[in-house]
């Protein structure tokens, strides 16, 4: 019934020539994928070129942040209208390297949410905890906190436009990914939270794995009820190896001749 997600975030890295020739190998590799949705997030400067390249194809453009206001005196900021004038259709927001960077708060992503909904960007909102708090057996805890914190003040409606990425702090960057069952506990989790404030969209929320994901795991992780994609990370700078995860996402009833 979800249609998977695949969506990888470039972080910093690639300048704007080495992104669009990311780009055009991807086109070139997946540009004929129709049973999974395709998204790639590059930094801002590169954000424009990679959307021509994409303009018109199966691949989608989102940016890795935004600020709430649409313009104004707000030096060294990008907002949502800027982000949909390019070509973007998505926003990753509340990854924890912003989080732990850049001191991104629950009520700042909050506001940045808001932001691109009323830009008509889709958010893909991100939620995590630290090895630390999993080892204090504080997950669902802080889970729940950051879910209240971020899409508390949303309505059945809003929520109904939103992706929400799990992505376990000691899990990115690290090469150690979650165990699929682990990852499916945790997403059981988020969709049971949705589901007490939104029944009747909960069942058809996409809710993405993200942390060490690359070719060799995917497979097992989207296979999990509950796991509609993936964000991926340092994976997804090599055409190849992203391709492959994009592939595994394809439903086996799909691939078979
Ligand atoms: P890695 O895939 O490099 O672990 O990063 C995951 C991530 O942070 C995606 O947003």
């Known amino acids: 019934?979800?249609?998977?997600?695949?969506?990888?975030?470039?972080?910093?890295?690639?300048?704007?020539?080495?992104?669009?020739?990311?780009?055009?190998?991807?086109?070139?590799?997946?540009?004929?994928?129709?049973?999974?949705?395709?998204?790639?997030?590059?930094?801002?400067?590169?954000?424009?070129?990679?959307?021509?390249?994409?303009?018109?194809?199966?691949?989608a453009v989102a940016a890795q942040n935004l600020f709430w206001e649409p313009a104004g005196a707000y030096t060294g900021e990008v907002s949502a209208p800027l982000l949909t004038a390019v070509g973007c259709s998505a926003v990753i927001l509340g990854h924890s390297e912003r989080r732990q960077h850049f001191g991104d708060s629950e009520a700042q992503i909050s506001r940045r949410v808001q932001a691109a909904l009323a830009?008509?960007?889709?958010?893909?909102?991100?939620?995590?905890?630290t090895l630390a708090e999993r080892r204090a057996g504080r997950t669902a805890a802080i889970i729940g906190q950051q879910l209240e914190g971020t899409l508390g003040a949303l309505t059945p409606s809003e929520l109904r436009s939103i992706v929400i990425a799990y992505e376990p702090v000691w899990a990115i960057g690290t090469g150690v990914s979650a165990g699929p069952a682990q990852a499916q506990e945790v997403h059981a989790l988020i969709r049971a939270w949705v589901r007490a404030r939104a029944p009747e969209v909960s069942a058809a929320l996409r809710l993405l794995y993200g942390g060490s994901v690359k070719a060799s795991n995917s497979a097992a992780l989207l296979g999990e009820p509950d796991i509609d994609g993936a964000l991926v990370g340092g994976?997804?700078?090599?055409?190849?190896?992203?391709?492959?995860?994009?592939r595994s996402g394809v439903p086996a009833s799909c691939t078979q001749p």
């Not at 300048?15 to 997946?30: C, G, Q, R």
């Not at 830009?119 to 905890?129: D, K, R």
Request: with cysteine; aromatic share 4%.
């Open 1 to 59: 019934m979800r249609r998977p997600l695949v969506a990888g975030n470039w972080k910093l890295h690639k300048t704007v020539a080495e992104s669009v020739a990311l780009a055009e190998e991807l086109l070139h590799l997946l540009g004929e994928v129709r049973e999974v949705d395709i998204l790639v997030a590059p930094t801002f400067v590169a954000l424009d070129a990679v959307a021509r390249v994409l303009r018109g194809t199966r691949l």
């Open 119 to 129: 830009s008509g960007l889709t958010p893909i909102v991100c939620v995590g905890e």
């Open 235 to 246: 994976a997804s700078l090599d055409a190849r190896e992203f391709a492959a995860i994009v």
